[in-house]
């Protein structure tokens, strides 16, 4: 957790008109496909809005996957400061132990600065070729890979880039990318805690598996805002915000102007081009949206399938709320939205208390894995139902590791331990029985429906993990710094 709160304002007080925050909360609730978490707006320096959906905390990390991406880019800007880098370097000449395994041509002309805008001259995602070359080392796989065309001609979104030059500064600083954030990035703007997810190298990943609050989220967004100042002091290089956020490579792929989404603006270091700003962003809808021409922040987790709504969502009901001036007695609708942010929530789970007269089946009720809960689940797994008195517990044991699911009334139970989720669910009939973990330091929720007449249980994911772990394991690593 922060130790100082950021300033926070009424909305009209930064020229900010409430109803359209209220038009954007409809929006998001309302959508098929997006389930929010978190949403920060900061505007003129000030928070004017902030909100969990409960289960969801403040006090939470939340898995930022590509979102990541944008941090590790501020990691470059120290080391370039530093001299401990130059964008205009070969890459491989921070490898010397591979210098004579790389032979492509293609290979060797790679700088630094293309693989910080996904300019490596591949033409397609490389991850599961690089690994498929080098299951050991990432680096090394990626240089394996022959180039499609010239490194710096063309854009593919490709996620050994990024972790080439997490581990380029990761070798020339000797300190993992979170240690070496902590007195230039973290520290200074008052981030708490965080964590990083590392690969079996021990590399931290750089591309993905950073776990922050959506407050951090926040206060990089405004570093960048304010050119790389904050409280008045220079954290980031002079004229590194301008370099690290203009379109360094097309990702538009012939596509008429008038037709391009966000995802089609030009790519920076690290940074989206979007139609109004710039932003970092990640799978499954984690956003730092950067607006320069509105002085704006909006920094939000979620589960979204559809990552193109929340910013189409953005831009039809945030920007219009940006006025210029504070509207004047809006005094009540202020308090109306403060209200409202104060008690968001997530829909309880649909499901009804144990039948009466099917309790004593269901107690102490064993169930095993169909064919879609084995492809979920990692070795053995097995649930168990169980009854305390009137409290009803589900049991999940997967390859020898249990997780207690305790059953709230209509309601989320929270655990913590052995990984925070929390719980929702009931009867649907007298023979189903459904519930759904959510794992609070992630976007992902679990849906797990046991059958009575059959006794088998089936697991399905509402949004897949991309890099997929035992459950216990869905989580923020700990040891975090």
């Known amino acids: 957790m922060t130790t100082r709160a950021l300033p926070t304002s009424a909305p009209a007080a930064q020229g900010v008109a409430a109803s359209g ?3 954007f909360l409809d929006a998001l609730e309302a959508a098929p496909g997006i389930e929010p978490h978190s949403l920060m707006i900061l505007r003129h320096d000030h928070v004017v809005a902030a909100g969990w959906w409960a289960p969801y905390g403040p006090g939470r990390v939340h898995h930022l996957y590509s979102l990541s991406k944008s941090f590790t880019a501020t990691a470059a800007a120290f080391a370039v400061a ?9 890459v491989i000449s921070y490898f010397p132990e591979l210098d004579a395994d790389i032979t492509d041509p293609r290979s060797r002309a790679m ?4 693989v910080a805008s996904m300019a490596a001259g591949h033409v397609a995602e490389a991850l599961d070729g690089a690994r498929a070359l080098d299951p050991e080392d990432l ?3 990626f240089l394996l890979l022959p180039p499609d065309r010239d490194p710096g001609t063309v854009f593919a979104y490709s996620q050994p880039t990024t972790y080439t030059l997490g581990a380029i500064i990761q070798r020339v600083t000797g300190q993992s990318l979170t240690e070496y954030l902590r ?4 520290d200074p703007l008052d981030i708490g805690e965080v ?4 690969d079996r190298s021990g590399r931290e990943l750089g591309f993905s598996g950073l776990h922050a609050t959506t407050d951090a989220i926040a206060r990089l967004g405004q570093l960048y805002l304010r050119d790389g100042v904050w409280e008045g002091e220079r954290v980031l290089p002079e004229g590194w915000v301008a370099e690290a956020t203009r379109a360094h490579i097309t990702t538009a792929d012939g596509t008429p102007e008038g037709a391009l989404s966000d995802w089609q603006q030009g790519y920076g270091l690290q940074f989206w081009r979007s139609r109004h700003g710039y932003r970092g962003d ?3 809808g984690q956003f730092c949206l950067v607006l320069p021409e509105y002085d704006a922040v909006v920094a939000m987790t979620s589960q979204s399938t559809d990552m193109h709504k929340v910013t189409d969502l953005v831009w039809e009901h945030l920007l219009p709320a ?10 009540e609708e202020d308090a109306a939205l403060a209200g409202r942010l104060a008690a968001l929530a997530l829909p309880p789970v649909p499901g009804a208390p144990v039948p009466p007269e099917r309790a004593q089946a269901w107690s102490g009720a064993e169930f095993a894995p169909d064919e879609e809960a084995r492809a979920n689940l990692w070795g053995e797994a097995r649930v168990r139902v169980s009854a305390t008195g009137s409290d009803w517990r589900v049991t999940l044991v997967e390859d020898g590791h249990r997780l207690e699911l305790p059953l709230g009334e209509g309601d989320w139970a929270v655990v913590d331990e052995p990984v925070p989720v929390a719980v929702g669910g009931g009867w649907t009939d007298v023979e189903t029985l459904v519930v759904e973990v959510a794992f609070l330091e992630t976007p992902h929720r679990l849906a797990v429906s046991c059958s009575l007449k059959d006794r088998t249980f089936t697991a399905r994911w509402r949004t897949r993990p991309l890099q997929p772990a035992p459950l216990r394991s869905t989580r923020a690593p700990r040891g975090s710094v």
Do not use: K, S
Not at 183 to 186: D, V
Not at 322 to 331: L, S, V
């Open 21 to 23: 925050i209220h038009g």
């Open 82 to 90: 530093e001299g401990l880098i130059r964008l205009d370097d070969p």
């Open 111 to 114: 700088l630094v600065r293309h």
């Open 139 to 141: 680096v090394r796989g």
């Open 183 to 186: 007195p230039r990035l973290l």
């Open 195 to 198: 964590a990083w997810t590392r």
């Open 282 to 284: 990640g799978a499954y």
């Open 322 to 331: 940006f006025g210029a001036e504070p509207p004047h007695g809006r005094r």
